[in-house]
């Protein structure tokens, strides 16, 4: 059995100074909450920017110096940050709505992102985000990604549960792997589920969840049929902006994974983040789920 | 516009001469069904062994000389085929069930077929279906793809339909081909769907069928706001063994599609088998959906 990585071993890449203050830019989901506890307990004092009608507020999120900002005010975010002091700005969580047109009110903060953003749109969602994360950058801020500043956050090579895979397993972990990096190049998705040695099902903008939620579906399906076990496989995107979007795995993943009638769990190490460590690898155990962070950089 | 290609123009790549018999091994859905009717129109007299639970009794495949064969039963194929003076062997259609192990006789041409088998089933679909034909040919059976005795089943180059794509979406069509080719090289699956210029769904075990209701569900997506149109494409997995699991379309891909809200559907031409051909492109222009034979061979 491997030993697992301890992630203290890791050093925090920024070093915030006193007058340094980072910015959360909160979406859905668990990351900007993860994001926000870590800072808060390494005795710093975040400002937190809500996205309306996606950051969770009954969350440590308002407890810090906040606003809610409308998807259709997301150019007000500049004088928003520079008024608090931020100096660096971290985007973290999920953005599922798309901005109602017709209620954005202009701006020249708008009207400059507006047109680099429009023809991002038109190439994908990594093109976007990084349109965004430069014109952030023109105003003077620094964009960060959210391991940068909590680096405890990244997956660490090796297996992190006490549950490990068997020899079996191997297979499943190499195809899914390899089918993930293969749509990972494309810039399609992030992950692959393999059951009995072959790919059986591949993420495109559904999410992990779904993927999931399809192969527990699928499990009568007749070219499973009399198939156990299996693993989802998520990594990274070859030259993915890593300040956002990197791929995640939380307990939702393991419950996902269970549900599924999966063995495991595979992620890259160092560019894939973890949310609730603690509390996933106990679910993980609990469920006899193994989570494996696999050696980075395959695909570099 | 382009003009369609007429699908006279391709010859039959098999002359059946006096004496030649073809046997179809029915599986599910209507390729089998397409293939006796073809033969039929031919003035071939076919003989049919249908597979049980999978073939569809209430069709022209019981009017043929026929037998039907339990799955578990499956190494009985070649004594009947031989009493029934079959010379050529098309394998159409679907099988969903797997065996029951318990169930099955053992027989000398079912010990001698298992092993490969087995060690083919550990390698996924392709491989099987690889030893199967092997495994007839030894027994002095031609297998020939369904394509072969019945070519004008196979999709023309160009437009099908009276509906045609618009410029836009050429690039639907670039991004989802790239995509079905990548996961095709894996040995994962035949199809992607691309809306607005980016793959948004890949096809793995689940279908088709299953791909465009999953698409269906997600165009209230975030990411697909305000998206419309989009395309299918399906292509041939390279090296694929054509006698078998061709990429294939028909009227139900189009009500599909259709449910989808894509604008059409691509299909690599020439090695793309196209089911009820007429009622199709019938029910294509209907709903307005183009269909298109993409030219072949672009990744060999």
Redesign the interface.
Known sequence: MTTPTTRADQKLPIQLTPGDRVGIVAGSGKLPINVAERLLAAGHTPFVALIEDEADRDSVLTSCEHEVLALENFADLVPVMRRHKVTHIVLAGG????PNWRAIRPSFTLLRILPKAISAL????DGLLRVLVRGLEDYGFRVVGAHEVVPDILAPEGLMTRTAPLKSDRRDLDAAL??AL??G?????QGA?SI???????????GTDCLLA?VAD?RD??????KRRGVLVKCSKPGQEKRTDLPTIGPKTIDGAYAAGLAGIGVEAGSSLVLDFGPMIERADELGIFVIGLPAGTHE
């Open positions: 953005v599922d709505r798309r038109a190439r994908g969602d390899e089918a293969a749509i190049r494309l810039d399609i998705g589920v009995g040695g072959r790919v059986i099902a591949l993420e495109g903008i559904e399809r699928m399906h007749g070219r499973l049929a009399g």
